[in-house]
């Protein structure tokens, strides 16, 4: 089982670490995992770990492999994540012969990561992937990589994913509250991070001026 479970690791940071996407990419998923690392010491419930390192590892690799063009690109990405990455992970479970039931753990929680209508993280594999990735949304080192490709050249495709985040933050991110994470340490670290998040934006714009992100 172990051999099957690296393999499949293996070829999700593969997948991510060619990602075109300035959001989700290796980067984002080894943040991740130490994230889970530090939750695991927190938890008092039985979890299958091996589900959520799955999980964490192909949540985003649909995204990473596709790009739709312009703004309503950008929001059939977001409806088609969830399922796309479910998708591709079960394809590459069959192909290493992983057990039924842990390939249907993690392409539920993978299918339900998203913050759609109807989706919802039952079990708490799935609640897991939901804290963790949300933590992610106030990470700053996913910011400063842009803010990095802005002060150098950038071509047309890294610019309409640049002005794709902005979007994003303006419709998504600043409604996020830690309420909607599932577990206390999450709840804390999100409220944490989205603070110093914030203070590190305004240091930015007094020292360059309003930031831009398209």
Known sequence: MKEKIDKLVDEAIKIMAKSGDLLHDEGHVKRMLEDWNKLSQELKEDVNCDAVVLAICWHD?????HSLKGFWGMIREYVREGQGSAKMFRKAAKGVGLDDNLTGLVADAIKNHPSLPGN???TIEAKILWDVDNLETWSYLRLAKMIKKIGGTIDKSEAKQIKAAKTYWDLIMKKRVASR???DWCKKEFSKRKKEFVKKIKILELRYGKLELV
């Open 61 to 65: 690799t649909w995204l990473a492999s």
């Open 120 to 122: 919802k993280q039952k």
């Open 181 to 183: 994470l599932y577990f």
